[in-house]
């Protein structure tokens, strides 16, 4: 009886451990389900390994963006920046103890812990997120700053996930890299193009060097998206070489992102600055399928 009561003791422990774990993990998953329909869309084609360790990512960058981008009523910048920093220090922390009392960040922490993400990934995603609290306008040399922290080390991030456990990780993160990192900057910049007219409106930001949202032309509008079309033209070379456990998740994210860029094109510029284009479900399902069809060719 003694030895079965101290071995239920010593048990404890790591039982209560595993649940934090698991509940840490939960709570990422909701944040990305109650913020994101279209990343639940495409992770849901993820490996089940990786989709964890994507969401977790996913959750702590959504939670960032959503202070800097949703002030409470109450609020002032300060606060905004103080609870930013707060966060940042805590993710810091956490990476280097593995633990966090915070939930979203232990998820985060424990993806990072074992894909390598480290500092130098997670503190220019940070310093993105505070020049939006400061920068309403950007020269070409700052949007290129804010456009790597706030999506390209992002997409760096997932490659991370992606290649986790491969004996050949760091090689093929080295080949792979340039390619996510193309892949974010799309993303981002499709979402500066279908939020011109929220961002400039609510917010007061201006993101496009030399661009006044109110005086978007067709012409302008095109470059943007000629440049868009370029990063994920690069972006394709890549995708091919991914792993079958992302490829088709990336695959279905690539299509949904040509797919807006395609229809951001035939919307005129007045109209961009009135509502938010967006692909509708049917078309989102019509990827997916063809996506995943073309993976078991």
Do not use: W
Not at 26 to 43: H, K, N, P, Q
Not at 148 to 165: D, H, K, N, P
Not at 206 to 221: C, D, I, M, N, W
């Amino acid at each position: 009886m003694t030895r079965q009561r101290v071995a239920r003791t010593a048990a404890a422990p790591l039982a209560a451990h595993r649940t934090y774990d698991a509940v840490a993990e939960e709570a990422a998953g909701l944040v990305i389900r109650r913020y994101s329909t279209s990343f639940g869309l495409a992770s849901r084609l993820l490996g089940p390994s990786v989709r964890r360790h994507v969401r977790n990512v996913y959750a702590l960058v959504r939670v960032a963006d959503e202070i800097v981008d949703a002030p409470r009523p109450d609020g002032t910048t300060q606060s905004q920046r103080e609870t930013l920093g707060e966060l940042e220090q805590e993710t810091c922390r956490a990476l280097a103890s593995g633990h966090s009392g915070n939930l979203v960040v232990h998820a985060f922490v424990r993806t990072a812990r074992a894909t390598g993400i480290d500092e130098d990934l997670v503190a220019p995603f940070f310093e993105s997120m505070r020049a939006d609290l400061t920068e309403v306008e950007h020269d070409r040399a700052s949007f290129e700053r804010y456009v790597y922290g706030s999506a390209e080390v992002v997409g760096l991030m997932c490659l991370r996930a992606f290649l986790a456990g491969r004996p050949d990780a760091e090689a093929t993160y080295a080949e792979l890299a340039p390619g996510a990192r193309r892949l974010g900057a799309a993303f981002q910049k499709l979402n500066f193009l279908r939020d011109l007219g929220a961002d400039f409106e609510a917010l007061g930001r201006s993101y496009f060097p030399g661009v006044e949202p109110a005086l978007l032309t067709s012409h302008q509008r095109d470059l943007l998206l000629d440049d868009i079309d370029a990063d994920l033209a690069a972006a394709r070379r890549s995708l091919e070489r991914l792993p079958p456990s992302s490829r088709r998740a990336v695959r279905v994210a690539h299509g949904l992102f040509q797919e807006l860029s395609r229809r951001l094109r035939a919307t005129p510029p007045r109209q961009l600055l009135r509502t938010r284009v967006r692909v509708p479900d049917g078309v989102k399902a019509r990827i997916v399928l063809t996506s995943v069809a073309r993976g078991r060719r």
